[in-house]
């Protein structure tokens, strides 16, 4: 079964470091998602790209969030310096997503909590 | 805004039919109405999509209004491992998918 991983599955780090996510897609799929998920708001995306080109961050903190796919097997998510509210789980998907009727794969998370 | 409106919460029996109900007044005409579920401590997971006539397959069956603005996800026998927040999404392609509150269900022994 293809499945879509994600590393560390849980970080605790200090106000102000800096914390790398990383996600790797399941084989194939050309699109891919990142989301964050707290108690207060839910399942919210952040950015998601294309063929690795990135194609929308509106929902991400530009100022200490960062996403990169420097190549197709390997999505990253940065926060640079994080603190205590980006607590939250932070999921990856990927999928085809060409039509809506497209599925998207999603990982286990990685759980952050910023102290 | 895909909006779309679910019960806060349900609670079924285990091995009963279980109908999880969906509002999504605002679709379109070439919206899909997806389903996801999320179990606990996972990731959402993909369970059935649709557009107009009733879907089945292993997980689950979906039942769509005729008029699109309401569907209704059906789980035919309830098991404790179906225990899950169940978000119900109208989207179209290009668009993002948006993930409401969800249904929590409970499956009680």
């Known amino acids: 079964d293809a499945r879509v991983t994600q590393t560390p599955r849980d970080k605790v780090t200090e106000m102000g470091q800096e914390v790398t996510m990383r996600c790797q897609p399941i084989l194939g799929h050309n699109t891919v998602f990142w989301y964050r998920q707290t108690m207060m708001q839910g399942l919210e995306l952040l950015a998601y790209?294309?063929?690795?080109?990135?194609?929308?961050d509106s929902g991400m903190p530009k100022d200490r969030f960062s996403a990169e796919m420097p190549d197709a097997t390997l999505a990253t998510l940065k926060i640079q310096p994080s603190e205590p509210r980006d607590s939250a789980v932070y999921f990856c998907?990927?999928?085809?997503?060409?039509?809506?009727?497209?599925?998207?794969?999603f990982g286990p998370g990685t759980r952050l909590t910023v102290l | 805004d895909a909006k779309t409106t679910q019960p806060n919460s349900m609670e079924s029996n285990e091995e009963e039919p279980v109908h999880l109900p969906c509002n999504h007044s605002?679709?379109?005409?070439?919206?899909?109405i997806h389903w996801y579920r999320q179990l606990p401590s996972q990731g959402p997971e993909y369970v059935i999509h649709?557009?107009?006539s009733n879907v089945n397959n292993r997980m689950a069956s979906l039942a769509i209004a005729e008029d699109r603005k309401s569907s209704t996800l059906i789980l035919h026998r309830a098991t404790l491992r179906d225990a899950a927040v169940y978000y119900c999404i109208h989207w179209r392609a290009g668009n993002m998918l948006t993930f409401g509150g969800g249904t929590r269900l409970m499956v009680k022994p």
């Open positions: 790209f294309r063929n690795r080109a990135p194609l929308d």
């Open positions: 649709g557009l107009t």
């Open positions: 605002t679709i379109s005409g070439t919206d899909y």
């Open positions: 998907a990927s999928g085809f997503f060409s039509s809506a009727q497209d599925t998207q794969y």
